[in-house]
């Protein structure tokens, strides 16, 4: 199993960014893809998921600012990030466990993780 992640940067506050992963060494379409971030000093934190069949699910904090999105012809999860706070700052992770098709809003349940991309949010 291989999770790449992408697209991340410095984005001023309010800004957009959009992250990506691309996964290999599993079905992608058959399995759940989930978004979790860690911020400096603190805890991971799930984000976000996405079902096989596109069904999504958000952190309270996030609903409304990020989207969750997949194409599985490109075996690719994104995670478009709108009005970004500097609070979003993190590494932000793509996380899945292979062939499960159950989003879980603990990071502990995830068996496989990306390297991670850092976000930086700062005026």
């Known amino acids: 199993v291989q999770l790449v992640e992408s697209g991340g940067g410095l984005v001023q506050p309010g800004g957009s960014l959009r992250l990506s992963c691309a996964a290999s060494?599993?079905?992608?379409?058959?399995?759940?893809m989930s978004w979790a971030r860690q911020a400096p000093g603190k805890g991971p934190e799930w984000v976000s998921g996405i079902y096989s069949d596109g069904y999504t699910r958000y952190a309270d904090s996030m609903k409304g600012r990020f989207t969750i999105s997949r194409d599985n012809a490109k075996d690719t999860v994104y995670l478009q990030m709108n009005s970004l706070k500097p609070e979003d700052t993190a590494v932000y992770y793509c996380a899945t466990n292979p062939y499960s098709d159950v989003v879980s809003t603990r990071v502990a349940d995830f068996g496989s993780w990306g390297q991670g991309t850092q976000v930086t949010v700062s005026s």
């Open positions: 060494g599993f079905t992608f379409s058959s399995s759940a």
